[in-house]
Structures are given as C-alpha cells and as structure tokens.
T-cell receptor, first 113, second 112 residues
C-alpha cells in the first residue's frame, strides 16, 4: 500500500492565475497519475507522470494548460495554468505498481472565481 | 477508446438487503478491473482488484466478479448496512501504464 498526501487540500483562485498541486508518496512508485473530477462527475485521467521524461497526456489535455513535473519516484506536481471557472474540480493523484491496486490521494478541491 | 458504464446511477435499499452493482466496459483488452468507494468530500478507497486472469475476488461482505469476454463486472454487497452508503466506482485498467478508465458511478443509499 501507499500513503499519499496532496497540497493544498483546497484553494480558491482568481481566473487567469495558476495553481501548482503537489503529490507526495511515502514510498517509491513506478506509476503516478493525475485525474480530474468535475462537479457531479466521475474521474477523468489527465496524464501519466513519467519520472525523468515528459508526461503522457490524454486526449483533450495539453501540456501548456497542465504542466506536470516528476523529479523523482516519490513526488510529482500538477500545475493548472491560466485558470477559468471551468477548471473548478477536484484534482487527484494516484500511484501504482504495474498491475497492482492503484491508490489515490485525498484530492485538491479547486474553486476558480 | 475504452468506455465504462455503470448501472444503476443511483440505488436506495433498506438495511439488510443484498444488492448488485453493475459495470460494463467496451474494450475487453484490460489488465484489471478495480472497484472503489467514494464518500462525499473524500478521496477514493480501493475495495477490490480483479486481475484479467481472475473471475472473482472477495473481501468480507463484498464480492466482485469479472467476465472479460462479455465486458462485464459486478459488485455484490451482502447484508447491506447504512455505513455502506457511498458512491461506488468501477475502473478498467488498460494501456502500457495501466491507466484507469472510470465509470460514472452508482450512488448507493442504505436506509436504516
């Protein structure tokens, strides 16, 4: 299993600004992922954070809007850039080891005014 | 592109009933199928993981089955309790990184 923390837990931001979300894991993990959960909806994968290389983005998500860093095997950041009210969501990171269970962080609740 | 559907979207049952939640997926080339629970304002809790080579997994009052050929999974909850009230999500794992594709969830309410 893994213990995952995210910072901040919640934030209220003004449109046009950017927010960086941190994800810290208590052990080294192979896979790290970032998901978005819009109000009343299920989770959608944004990207796979690759250690030492660029993230792999899903259709509909681009690096300019959601730049991701993964400097080591226990830490990753997701930035939500040039925010608009449509970016108001819960952002979750998850970790996994190949075909094992994925574990999720508690999420970052973002409200953009 | 994998699509995951969950039926019903919402379910309300009296305490003590046995119930079944359904999940279907369009691409049978999955590595695993995972069931999660999400409580309001909280993150996801993993309930059961079924590998593609397995048919079912059990944990306490929960039993999940997987039929890859038909693209279906079910979550069976025995003797439901009010504490089981939550949104239940299924997710299909596929791709080289085992990315998860989530269904829209079933919101379960167990009435005392």
């Amino acid at each position: 299993s893994a213990v995952i923390s995210q910072k901040p837990s919640r934030d209220i931001c003004q449109r046009g600004t950017s927010l960086t979300i941190q994800c810290q894991v208590d052990s080294q993990v192979t896979m790290m992922f970032w998901y978005r959960q819009q109000p009343g909806q299920s989770l959608t994968l944004i990207a796979t954070a690759n250690q030492g290389s660029e993230a792999t983005y899903e259709s509909g998500f681009v690096i300019d809007k959601f730049p991701i860093s993964r400097p080591n095997l226990t830490f990753s950041t997701l930035t939500v850039s040039n925010m608009s009210p449509e970016d108001s969501s819960i952002y979750l990171c998850s970790v996994g080891w190949g075909e094992e269970t994925q574990y999720f962080g508690p999420g970052t609740r973002l409200l953009v005014l | 592109k994998q699509e995951v559907t969950q039926i019903p979207a919402a379910l309300s049952v009296p305490e003590g009933e046995n119930l079944v939640l359904n999940c279907s997926f369009t691409d049978s080339a999955i590595y695993n199928l995972q069931w999660f629970r999400q409580d309001p304002g909280k993150g996801l809790t993993s309930l059961l993981l079924i590998q593609s080579s397995q048919r079912e997994q059990t944990s306490g009052r929960l039993n999940a089955s997987l039929d890859k050929s038909s693209g279906r999974s079910t979550l069976y909850i025995a003797a439901s309790q009010p504490g089981d009230s939550a949104t239940y999500l299924c997710a299909a794992g596929s791709g080289s990184a085992r990315q998860l594709t989530f269904g829209s969830g079933t919101q379960l309410t167990v009435l005392p």
